[in-house]
């Protein structure tokens, strides 16, 4: 029974550790995509906005947003002007790198197909923002294998942080649960003690009593004066018995 409620206790610690951890996690998970996402739409706006080369406005993001450490990220944006005659004009490229054509002809075109001003092309793995400036429509494109890299990090780096915690938790419950336990077992060792001291006690009365009636049953047809001995011993250990 003790093992069984040790195990119980370890189980239930262990439950509200893993809840605690999961909902820990979920949050930090959220919170950071919410976060690349926000990110990846500032870097969107900023392209949507930059000029050219000589527009000095950065594609890197960490002190603009007040982060005190002195490091930025790079994300990797391009922006793509659609003339009014059709023609595509590849403004920038946030990350240094070309696009090859047939990647930003379907991009504009699911870009434009999609109705809406902003959105994700899933199979593109792209995220994009369309403006209308002037007569031309200006569509930014962001990368979103930066923001899939960085939750896979972060996912990997929490599962792996998670274990150590539950088995560390582990460890911790095993070690409490002695500790809890302890007065349990103090009572039922004891009660064991008690219920073996007790049937000790009680198997020499029981005998008495057994015997004596044996022999008083023996004899039918004596008075009760002949078998008084044997009755006073009865009833003395009756007595002790309910002492």
Wanted: charged residues 25%; hydrophobic residues 45%; glycine residues 6%.
């Amino acid at each position: 029974m003790l093992k069984k409620l040790r195990l119980k206790f370890i189980g239930i610690n262990m439950a509200l550790v893993c809840l605690v951890l999961l909902i820990v996690f979920a949050t930090l998970v959220y919170s950071t995509a919410r976060q690349l996402e926000e990110d990846a739409a500032a870097a969107l706006e900023l392209a949507l906005r930059w000029e050219g080369p000589g527009d000095p406005r950065p594609f890197t993001f960490g002190l603009p947003n007040g982060n005190s450490d002195g490091r930025s990220r790079l994300i990797p944006v391009f922006c793509v002007t659609v003339s009014s005659d059709g023609s595509l004009d590849e403004l920038t490229l946030g990350s240094g790198d070309s696009v090859p054509d047939e990647v930003l002809e379907q991009a504009v075109e699911e870009a434009l197909a999609s109705g809406t001003d902003r959105g994700v092309l899933e199979d593109l793995g792209l995220r994009f923002q369309i403006r209308t400036i002037r007569d031309d429509t200006r569509i930014a494109f962001s990368d979103m294998g930066w923001e899939r890299s960085s939750l896979t990090r972060l996912i990997l780096n929490s599962l792996l942080v998670g274990l150590a915690s539950m088995v560390c938790f582990f460890l911790i419950s095993l070690f409490l649960s002695r500790l809890a336990l302890r007065p349990v077992e103090q009572a039922w060792e004891q009660q064991n003690q008690f219920v073996a001291d007790a049937s000790h006690e009680l198997k020499t009365p029981i005998t008495v009593i057994l015997a004596n009636t044996g022999i008083v049953l023996s004899h039918p047809r004596q008075p009760v004066a002949d078998n008084q001995k044997w009755l006073e011993y009865i009833q003395d250990e009756a007595r002790r018995m309910k002492s």
